[in-house]
């Protein structure tokens, strides 16, 4: 007989804006700790979205608006 053992699922990733990272709303902090990669990266995105279509800074607000904050 195999020892198979069913793997657990996985810890449900929940989308939050920053506490610990943040700049201005935590959005951008929130963005990066979901994706696990540097909040600098997600900045620098929003930063080209506002540069080439103007359309990033609509984006961020409606996403600190949408977002809850991490909680405790």
Request: glycine share 8%; hydrophobic share 45%; charged share 25%.
């Amino acid at each position: 007989m195999s020892d198979y053992r069913i793997p657990e699922p996985p810890e449900k990733r929940r989308l939050y804006r920053s506490r610990r990272d943040r700049k201005l709303l935590g959005v951008c902090g929130g963005l990066a700790e979901y994706f696990g990669i540097d909040s600098t990266l997600v900045r620098l995105a929003l930063i080209l979205l506002v540069v080439v279509a103007g359309s990033g800074v609509l984006a961020y607000f409606i996403a600190a608006v949408i977002m809850q904050e991490e909680p405790f």
